[in-house]
């Protein structure tokens, strides 16, 4: 928003602030994660960028494009810039979609390294038994491998609310086969720190730079400080 020298004098005067607190000549921020003001009024991240947050309606694809010609989520949203899921949800999944041409975060969102957790509400065949729950929650064994601990709750007979930091494919429709418990309809409530909130299937907003913030310090785990040390040390 200023040449460097226009923002040094900026600084100089006492208008940025940094997190709420006045901003100092040579201090290091990181302006994704760091809340950056100038007389009160915040400072963009990369305008260039674009981050929405779609709750996908079911029958909608995930993809790009789809050979059987179904609708996709990028449909849904503005075609410019062009942007992309973050992950995937099946076909026949509701809920909560980032989509966004930072390809940065979209990596760090999927890593599973970083955990960042996805909750979902599963309506499934049957009543889960409390022993059944206890299975999910401790981890199921898949054809892939045996699944992290999940944490689950009974919100109703055959409904659960299953929170999980992996990203397997059709993991939660797994699960809970594997407890004998299909499931009937799915839909994810959370991303992360993002809710659902007033967003009906097929709308999308933009996401807020607090939010983006948000996300960015949701993927900023061990691993991401363990890539700048690597970084660090081959400068
Ligand atoms: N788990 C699934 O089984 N399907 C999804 O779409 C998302 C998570």
């Given at each position: 928003m200023a040449s460097r020298r226009a923002a040094e004098d900026l600084i100089a005067e006492g208008r940025v602030q940094v997190n709420g607190e006045v901003a100092v000549l040579g201090r290091r921020v990181d302006a994704r994660r760091d809340r950056i003001t100038v007389d009160g009024t915040p400072v963009g991240t990369d305008p260039d960028l674009v981050y929405y947050l779609l709750n996908k309606p079911a029958g909608v694809v995930s993809t790009a494009s789809d050979p059987q010609g179904r609708p996709t989520v990028?449909?849904?949203?503005?075609?410019?810039?062009r942007v992309f899921p973050v992950g995937r949800l099946d076909a026949s999944t509701e809920g909560l979609l980032l989509l966004t041409n930072d390809g940065e975060l979209a990596h760090r969102m999927t890593h599973p390294s970083f955990g960042v957790e996805k909750e979902y509400l599963a309506h499934v065949e049957g009543s889960p038994s409390p022993g059944a729950l206890r299975r999910l929650r401790q981890g199921v064994d898949l054809d892939d491998g045996p699944t992290a601990p999940a944490r689950v709750s009974q919100v109703a007979p055959d409904a659960l609310r299953i929170t999980i930091h992996e990203g397997r494919n059709r993991q939660v429709r797994r699960m809970t086969e594997a407890i004998g418990h299909p499931v009937r309809r799915l839909v994810r409530t959370r991303i992360g720190p993002l809710r659902t909130g007033g967003?009906?299937?097929?709308e999308w907003r933009p996401l807020d730079q607090e939010e983006v913030r948000e996300l960015e310090r949701a993927t900023t785990g061990p691993s991401r400080r363990l890539a700048r040390r690597a970084l660090k040390r081959s400068d």
């Amino acid at each position: 928003m200023a040449s460097r020298r226009a923002a040094e004098d900026l600084i100089a005067e006492g208008r940025v602030q940094v997190n709420g607190e006045v901003a100092v000549l040579g201090r290091r921020v990181d302006a994704r994660r760091d809340r950056i003001t100038v007389d009160g009024t915040p400072v963009g991240t990369d305008p260039d960028l674009v981050y929405y947050l779609l709750n996908k309606p079911a029958g909608v694809v995930s993809t790009a494009s789809d050979p059987q010609g179904r609708p996709t989520v990028v449909d849904l949203v503005p075609s410019t810039p062009r942007v992309f899921p973050v992950g995937r949800l099946d076909a026949s999944t509701e809920g909560l979609l980032l989509l966004t041409n930072d390809g940065e975060l979209a990596h760090r969102m999927t890593h599973p390294s970083f955990g960042v957790e996805k909750e979902y509400l599963a309506h499934v065949e049957g009543s889960p038994s409390p022993g059944a729950l206890r299975r999910l929650r401790q981890g199921v064994d898949l054809d892939d491998g045996p699944t992290a601990p999940a944490r689950v709750s009974q919100v109703a007979p055959d409904a659960l609310r299953i929170t999980i930091h992996e990203g397997r494919n059709r993991q939660v429709r797994r699960m809970t086969e594997a407890i004998g418990h299909p499931v009937r309809r799915l839909v994810r409530t959370r991303i992360g720190p993002l809710r659902t909130g007033g967003l009906r299937p097929g709308e999308w907003r933009p996401l807020d730079q607090e939010e983006v913030r948000e996300l960015e310090r949701a993927t900023t785990g061990p691993s991401r400080r363990l890539a700048r040390r690597a970084l660090k040390r081959s400068d």
